[in-house]
């Protein structure tokens, strides 16, 4: 059972950094047509029409709001 593998951009957020020909970007993207996720994840700088995707991690709204919690918490 082979099951295809679909995802469709929202909205691209932005771009975190860029290095060796990949970007690490922040975007919404809705997998498999379900709700919504944050997206953060390298991708390749060839074309934006071919571009493929790299490791990455999805967040929910909520973790996203914990995330930022975190952070301004956050003490160098």
Do not use: C, H, Q
Not at 50 to 70: C, D, F, P, Y
């Amino acid at each position: 059972m082979n099951k295809e593998f679909k995802y469709e951009i929202i909205e691209e957020l932005g771009i975190l950094s860029e290095k060796n020909g990949y970007t690490k970007e922040i975007n919404l993207i809705s997998f498999n047509e379900a709700e919504p996720k944050f997206d953060i994840r390298t991708w390749t700088l060839d074309d934006e029409d071919n571009r493929k995707m790299g490791k990455g991690i999805t967040l929910s709204k909520a973790e996203v709001k914990n995330l930022l919690k975190i952070l301004e918490d956050f003490d160098e």
